[in-house]
C-alpha cells in the first residue's frame, strides 16, 4: 500500500466525527420520539381546535382530542411498540379536558399544557444554573453515559448547559406568544397558534442540541466500563484459583 492509499489522519477524524454526529442523531431520535412522536404530539390538539372551529361545541371536540389520543397509545400497544411518548400526549389531553369541562372555558383546554411549557422552560434554565442541566439528565441514560458527563467530561457537560439554556429560551419565547393570546384571543385563534407552534420551536431545539452534541467530546459509556470491570474481576478471581490447584 503507498502513502496515498493510507488513510490520513484527517480522513480518520472526519469519519469519527460523522459517526459521533450519527450516534447523536440517532439518541435524540430515540429520545424525543422521532416524526411518529410529534404527529402524536400535535393530533390531537390538531382535532380539539379543527371540530371547535366547525361546531364550537366544547365537549364533542374534547372527547375527540381524549379518543384520538387514547387509539394512538392502542396502536403502539398492538404493535409493542415504546408508548412513552402517547401516554404523555394522553396525560396531558386528559388534564386540558378535565380543566375546560370543570370551568367550561374551551381555552382552558390548552391552560394544562402552556402552563407545563413554562414549568420546563423554567427547569431547563434552573437546573442548568445549578449545574446539573436537565437535558444532560434526559440524553445521560440514552447515551449509556449516565451522570459521568457532571465530573469526567468537561465538555459533554458545557455543551448539556447550552442545549439546556437553548431549550430555556425557546419553551419562554413560546410561553411569551401564547399567554398573551390566552387572554387576548378566542380560543379558535389560540388554539391555531398553539398548534402551529408545535413542531417549528421544537425541531429548532433538537436541532441546536445536536450542533451543541456533535462538537462535544464522546459520551463515556459507564456501562461498558462496568463490564470490563466484572470480566476483569472474573479473570482475575480464575487467575488466583489457577494459582492455587497449582
Known sequence: MTSLDKPTTTDQD???AEAAKAVTEAALFEAFGGVRGMVETVLPGLLFVTIFTIDKDL???AIAALGVSLLLVAVRLVRRDTV???FSG???VAFGVVFAMMTGNAKDFYLPGMIYTLGLAVA???TTLAGVPLIGLILGPVFKENLSWRTRN???KKAYAK???AWGLILLAKCAILFPLYWWADTAQLGWVLVSLKIPPFLLAVYLTWVFLAKAPAPIDVFAEMEAKEQAEKERKAAQTRSSEA
Open 59 to 61: 365537549h364533542v371536540s
Open 154 to 156: 468537561p465538555g459533554r
Open 90 to 92: 394522553v396525560f396531558g
Open 14 to 16: 472526519s469519519s469519527e
Open 124 to 126: 431547563y434554565i434552573g
Open 84 to 86: 412513552k411518548h402517547a
Open 163 to 165: 442545549a439546556s439554556y
